[in-house]
């Protein structure tokens, strides 16, 4: 019964994304390589059955990275003029290639969350910043792969 109730409402597990033929062999070409978006995105590409090669001449794909930015706003501060609440920002910039044809053009990409500031819980704080940080580097990564899947 649970079944036929989920099937009627529309509900479906989300599958593994499949990668268009192109992108069989792909080339990262990243503004920067140790960054948490470059990692996360080869990750899941080789998850995905993608095999990422070192040079341009052995691809059938070329991923573009143009922007791989983070960091940290104050959305908030205190009567005191001490920050409250903080934003995390992650912005993205990439573009697909394969041979001449362009899969996917120059696309921006900017996720964010917000997070309280207790200047009396530092160290908590700091690892909820990274926590976030991870969290919107995830969404990015399976939003690009998403938008690459439905190519």
């Not at 989300?14 to 470059?38: A, G, K, V, Y």
Request: one cysteine or more; aromatic letters at 6%.
């Amino acid at each position: 019964a649970l079944t036929l109730l989920l099937a009627g409402c529309g509900f479906h597990l989300q599958s593994d994304l499949q990668m268009p033929p192109q992108m069989e062999r792909t080339f990262i070409d990243p503004i920067e390589r140790n960054t948490q978006f470059h990692r996360e995105l080869r990750r899941q590409l080789l998850a995905a059955d993608v095999t990422i090669v070192d040079s341009p001449e052995e691809a059938t794909a070329i991923l573009t990275i143009n922007t791989d930015q983070t960091g940290q706003r104050v959305l908030s501060v205190s009567a005191r003029n001490v920050p409250t609440e903080y934003e995390v920002y992650y912005t993205v910039g990439y573009s697909l290639l394969s041979g001449q044809q362009q899969l996917l053009t120059p696309q921006d990409l900017t996720f964010t969350r917000d997070y309280t500031w207790d200047e009396t819980l530092v160290l908590g704080k700091a690892h909820e910043e990274d926590l976030l940080r991870e969290a919107v580097v995830n969404d990015l990564v399976r939003t690009v792969l998403k938008q690459i899947s439905t190519l």
